[in-house]
């Protein structure tokens, strides 16, 4: 059969990376292949293979042949990155043949990497999924000379300069991933695979093409609203959405750190005194490290002094829905990309506090560039401030007159990503391309 013939449903071969931040936007992917009949195969791990299967059980992907095979080793939070290429226990084709004569395409996170000799040598594109921002997409690509010039947060040197790199001009590696990437070497073999995949593409490198698929993560995850959750039994919601209920439009400060990393104690004991100095009203998610509770990581005595001003909650909550509260008026964030696409798609300003990989690159951005944000400044490194640092930022954020501009230029960034989104939209005209192209691919059944 001739390269570009179809024989039935096409089908493609998809390797997620399992980390939260990760996995939720690449599930958006197999939603919109799913839209697209197009049939999928997902290696990931047991958690997240029982995960989609759930999703499918719940008709999430229509009825498209669908299977999930469960190959990478269990997850650890978080992955050190010199692990990733260790993350599978042994290719499926090893055990049970995978035939690539199935599959017109493989899609992999940019993190998994290490797979690009497999589709050469099954004869099958491959194309990598940048789940972040485009600045962090321009650091990974160009990894090689960011190593090789010393753009690294470890050179004081370079720390404080500007990036000569195309497109990284607004930076200096202070913004840039701490030592995780870098100094693991990975970088430099994540850049080669980025450039010789078939769909990552900018100016200056080889590849030939770039969908512009995202803001993924806006895209609506489910039918319910915070109220249908609430109303379910098991996580207490009800609490949550009561309290929200009582206060006025627009006044409590969302606090979340991402699902990652739990927040250091230096950084949860300065965002409890600058809560207290402000008296804004809070709901903060707090993230705790394994074996302890809120009485001993937080000021003694905080949560009864502040029972009539805030909520510290530790455990899951409906994010992207809680952020779309009326009464939620500003989000103070690790400033991970899915939770900043939730909080500009809820039109919802934000106090940056990066705690780790691209979250520098993303916090710059949205402060300096976008200006939908203000900034918790650090001195040198992530949490090097003190409370009254993070009050000035709180103050600010929650300040209807200061935060006017702001909140004006969120909106207008909400607006913009729901145009790009719908129907006949720039995102929606590039993932239709994508589709064509992974169609014009040698595909059997």
């Not at 490194?381 to 935060?403: G, R």
């Amino acid at each position: 059969m001739p390269v570009g013939s179809v024989r039935g449903p096409a089908r493609a071969l998809l390797v997620p990376f399992p980390g939260e931040g990760h996995f939720k936007p690449f599930v958006q992917i197999m939603r919109l292949l799913a839209k697209s009949r197009i049939n999928f195969t997902v290696l990931s791990n047991q958690e997240r293979c029982d995960e989609l299967s759930r999703y499918k059980a719940n008709g999430e992907f229509g009825d498209l042949d669908v299977d999930f095979i469960p190959l990478f080793r269990d997850f650890l939070k978080p992955t050190p990155p010199r692990s990733f290429p260790h993350m599978l226990e042994d290719w499926k084709y090893r055990k049970v043949e995978i035939d690539p004569s199935r599959f017109a395409c493989m899609i992999t996170d940019m993190f998994v990497y290490y797979l690009h000799d497999d589709t050469v040598k099954w004869g099958i594109p491959r194309y990598s999924f940048i789940s972040t921002g485009c600045y962090m997409g321009l650091y990974l690509i160009q990894g090689d000379k960011i190593v090789e010039e010393g753009w690294l947060f470890s050179n004081p040197d370079k720390r404080h300069q500007s990036i000569t790199l195309p497109g990284l001009e607004l930076f200096s590696p202070l913004h840039f991933p701490r030592a995780d990437l870098q100094e693991e070497k990975i970088l430099p073999e994540l850049a080669v695979s980025l450039r010789k995949s078939d769909g990552v593409a900018l100016q200056f490198v080889r590849a030939p093409k770039i969908f512009v698929v995202g803001p993924l993560v806006s895209l609506p995850l489910s039918s319910e609203n915070l109220h249908e959750l609430a109303s379910k039994p098991g996580d207490n919601l009800r609490e949550i959405t009561d309290w929200l209920d009582g206060q006025r439009k627009s006044s409590v400060l969302f606090i979340s750190i991402g699902s990652m990393r739990p927040l250091p104690k230096t950084g949860a004991i300065a965002f409890a005194e600058a809560l207290e100095q402000t008296g804004v009203p809070f709901f903060w998610v707090l993230r705790l490290p394994p074996g302890h509770s809120v009485e001993e990581y937080l000021p003694q005595g905080f949560e009864a002094r502040t029972k009539m001003q805030g909520i510290v909650w530790t455990h899951w909550v409906p994010q992207q829905q809680l952020l779309q509260h009326p009464s939620i008026g500003g989000f103070l964030s690790h400033c991970g990309w899915n939770s900043l696409i939730e909080a500009i798609s809820a039109g919802v300003p934000i106090a940056a506090c990066p705690m780790y990989a691209e979250q520098g690159l993303n916090a710059k951005y949205i402060v300096d560039v976008l200006q939908i944000a203000v900034e918790i400044r650090y001195k040198e490194d992530y949490f090097d401030f003190d409370s009254e640092t993070v009050a000035l930022a709180i103050n600010t954020l929650m300040d209807e007159h200061k935060v006017a501009k702001i909140r004006e230029n969120v909106l207008n960034m909400r607006t913009a990503i729901f145009e790009a989104v719908e129907v006949g939209g720039k995102s929606y005209r590039s993932f239709q391309e994508f589709i064509s192209t992974i169609l014009s691919h040698k595909t059997l059944t």
